[in-house]
């Protein structure tokens, strides 16, 4: 997903190597989950949060470039509206 790859450039690891490292996170933890759904618990709260983290990162990233990107248009499109209804 485009919040971890921009979440991996920011921690520093190697975005050509995130998606492969995000999906055998995630097949790790399946494996974990239906080996022993009670014991795995703890494990599973471990084992996530290196997935977790690049998404946390990246996604407040992607969301202020989105933010900023939206912002100026809606305001400018906002403005002329009350133009118009003013007049």
Not at 9 to 17: D, E, H, R, T
């Given at each position: 997903s485009a919040s971890y790859v921009a979440g991996a450039?920011?921690?520093?690891?190697?975005?050509?190597?995130a998606a492969d490292r995000f999906v055998a996170g995630v097949i790790d933890l399946h494996e974990q989950v239906t080996a022993s759904p009670v014991d795995a618990m703890?494990?599973?709260?471990?084992?996530a949060w290196p997935l977790f983290e690049p998404m946390v990162v990246g996604s407040c990233?992607?969301?202020?470039?989105?933010?900023?990107?939206?912002?100026y248009?809606?305001?400018?499109?906002?403005t002329m509206l009350h133009a118009r209804r003013a007049s």
């Open positions: 450039w920011l921690l520093g690891l190697n975005p050509a190597y703890p494990a599973v709260v471990v084992n990233a992607v969301g202020f470039g989105a933010a900023v990107a939206s912002y248009p809606i305001r400018r499109a906002v």
